[in-house]
Antibody
Framework: EVQLLESGGGLVQPGGSLTLSCAAS????????MSWVRQTPGKGLEWVST????????YYADSVKGRFTVSRDNSKNTLYLQMNSLRAEDTAEYYC???????????????WGQGTLVTVSS | DIQMTQSPSSLSASVGDRVTITCRAS??????FNWYQQKPGKAPTLVIY???NLQSGVPSRFSGSGSGTDFTLTISSLQPEDSATYYC?????????FGQGTKVEIK
């Protein structure tokens, strides 16, 4: 059974940093691309970033490019999202999601974690 | 970015009804298109991928069709457990984008 478990969310001040983690199990982690998607009541679902199975390719939404960094440790079956220079508009529920492909070039999200809440506020 | 527009934004139907949700892309996305279901307080789950392929474990009353810019999700006989918000998503180009959601309620 595929399981994805996010952690690391919380309250952070504007301009601060936070690192999210996603522990994966139930599949061969290194064979699949992984993505981060966030959700707010006002803006709905927003794709944030995708990383290929080998971590050779990464993709970012323009809204986070230069501030967020996606990475993965295939030896630990864990996906990360390093978030710097956080803004109020980054407040959202963040989900990690598995892609059925290795490359992630055409992101389809076949399994999702339960989400972790990030709140950016002073 | 490719804009995805769903209609209706919400609907109410009776158990056993046939329900159709539509999604229109702002440009052709061929068949790189998915549907997700989200129940309150839960993460989304994949229902249909590549326009018309049923994700494993999803009941056969769900079906998808379309190509180019216009797509539909059909629930052939609505069940109480289908009460949820449904989102479309294009995977044709980066950034992948989602529709605003359609909330399906049971009368």
């Amino acid at each position: 059974e595929v399981q994805l478990l996010e952690s690391g969310g919380g309250l952070v001040q504007p301009g601060g940093s936070l690192t999210l983690s996603c522990a994966a199990s139930g599949f061969t982690f290194s064979n699949y691309a992984m993505s981060w998607v966030r959700q707010t009541p006002g803006k709905g679902l927003e794709w944030v970033s995708t990383i290929s199975g080998s971590a050779g390719s990464t993709y970012y939404a323009d809204s986070v490019k230069g501030r967020f960094t996606v990475s993965r440790d295939n030896s630990k079956n864990t996906l990360y999202l390093q978030m710097n220079s956080l803004r109020a508009e980054d407040t959202a529920e963040y989900y990690c999601a598995k892609d059925p492909s290795y490359s992630g070039s055409y992101p389809t999200l076949d399994y999702w974690g339960q989400g972790t809440l990030v709140t950016v506020s002073s | 970015d490719i804009q995805m527009t769903q209609s209706p934004s919400s609907l109410s139907a009776s158990v056993g009804d046939r329900v159709t949700i539509t999604c229109r892309a702002s440009q052709s996305i061929t068949r790189f298109f998915n549907w997700y279901q989200q129940k309150p307080g839960k993460a989304p789950t994949l229902v249909i991928y590549a326009t018309s392929n049923l994700q494993s474990g999803v009941p056969s009353r769900f079906s998808g069709s379309g190509s180019g810019t216009d797509f539909t999700l059909t629930i052939s006989s609505l069940q109480p457990e289908d009460s949820a918000t449904y989102y479309c998503q294009q995977s044709y180009s980066t950034p992948p984008t989602f529709g605003q959601g359609t909330k399906v309620e049971i009368k």
